[in-house]
């Protein structure tokens, strides 16, 4: 219940206030009531943050580690994930201005997976600047435009800096034969090598979004070990067996276990070979 009213106060809130400045005549006790509403929220959530904060003071804490305790009590995981994910997404714009890559350790394999993608980001980058002057033309009212404006900036520079997650965080293949699966900073699983059972090229086109999981017949839950897809304009090329369940964590937090990892490399023959080259000899590839 607590999750449902994080989400839906912001919500209404952004609602009232793209009605007010269409020119919408709200009623007084209407407006009243959402302002009280967002108010309590706020207050609510600074209460649950001092009271977690001054329990974790006693408990003997840093104040930095309990303000951290405090915040996780009283955000949503997902929110705290999604705001973090974007703080990423912005530095990954430096990185990929400055040609960096993040972790890609000394002797490690880089593996890009953003050809299937590229056009489509372009895409709507172009999309997105076709409309922010459209409305510059069709909006009459200079404080709707300016918001407007900043809207359609935010979302350009946000589409760019997720695209650039993708550009600077590669899959990577350890020089010890570990394994890293990457899409941006929405999905990080590491597979150690003494996981890894087999690996080969696999080329399929699976319907769906980013991550989807098939469960093991029997099983519909995600922690049976059934096979995890991660895919990049609808395919992915590679097949990873694992010799147990290895745990992995969705975007927005929820936690599933597979033994099978499908992805999309670019190079997919690539990236099997020097993944084959990097294991253990006594590992069955």
């Known amino acids: 219940m607590k999750r449902v009213v994080w989400f839906a106060v912001p919500v209404c809130e952004i609602v009232l206030i793209v009605c007010l400045l269409a020119g919408v005549s709200l009623p007084t006790p209407l407006l009243l009531a959402a302002e009280a509403l967002v108010l309590a929220l706020v207050v609510t959530e600074a209460l649950v943050v001092r009271r977690s904060y001054v329990s974790a003071r006693r408990s003997g804490a840093g104040r930095r580690e309990a303000l951290a305790e405090g915040v996780r009590t009283a955000v949503p995981a997902p929110v705290r994930r999604l ?10 714009l430096a990185r990929w201005a400055a040609r960096r890559t993040h972790g890609v350790d000394a002797g490690g394999h880089p593996a890009p997976y953003t ?8 895409g709507l980058l172009f999309v997105a600047l076709v409309e922010t002057v459209a409305m510059a ?18 979302t350009v520079l946000m589409v760019l800096a997720l695209h650039a997650g993708c550009v600077t965080r590669p899959h990577v293949v350890g020089a ?13 699983l590491r597979i150690p ?10 080329r399929r086109f699976p319907d769906g979004g980013l991550v989807q999981y098939t469960p093991v017949e029997g099983d519909e839950s995600e922690d049976g070990g059934g096979v995890l897809d991660l895919v990049v304009g609808s395919q992915t090329t590679v097949r990873v067996e694992l010799t147990a369940p ?3 964590v969705r975007p927005l937090g929820a936690t599933g276990r597979a033994r099978v990892v499908r992805f999309h490399a670019d ?11 990097a294991l253990p000899p006594d590992v069955r590839v």
């Open 115 to 122: 050809g299937p993608q590229t056009a489509m980001v372009y």
């Open 137 to 154: 033309v069709l909006i009459p009212w200079p404080l709707v435009h300016l918001i407007v404006l900043v809207l359609d900036v935010y």
């Open 193 to 202: 090598a003494s996981g890894i059972a087999s690996v080969r090229v696999d």
């Open 83 to 92: 705001a973090a994910q974007e703080v990423r997404s912005w530095g990954s």
């Open 267 to 277: 190079r997919p023959e690539e990236l099997v070979k020097a993944l084959r080259e």
């Open 176 to 188: 010890d034969g570990s394994l890293r699966v990457r899409y941006g900073t929405l999905f990080d």
């Open 246 to 248: 290895v745990p992995y």
